[in-house]
């Protein structure tokens, strides 16, 4: 079906700006000047946004599945 096809996109796509906030929070990318660089909040952040993109992709799964 097509809406689990663009909910794993949807979530792939969340999750890898997740892993790009929690890479900014622990001062791995991105620029020093910005507000998440070394930032322990924006590292947590950036977990809780990837479980979500793989939430997401998970229900994706799912609904290609049963169809």
């Known amino acids: ?3 689990g096809k663009t909910l794993i ?3 792939i796509i969340i ?3 997740g892993l790009i906030f929690h ?3 622990q001062s791995i990318v991105g620029p020093e000047t910005s507000f998440m660089y070394a930032n322990p909040e924006w590292t947590s952040y950036g977990l809780q ?3 979500v ?3 997401i ?3 994706g ?3 290609l599945k049963k169809n």
């Open 1 to 3: 079906m097509k809406g």
């Open 9 to 11: 996109i949807i979530g």
């Open 15 to 17: 999750g890898i700006f």
């Open 23 to 25: 890479l900014q929070g």
């Open 49 to 51: 946004i990837i479980i």
């Open 53 to 55: 993109g793989i939430l």
């Open 57 to 59: 992709s998970g229900i």
């Open 61 to 63: 799964f799912t609904i």
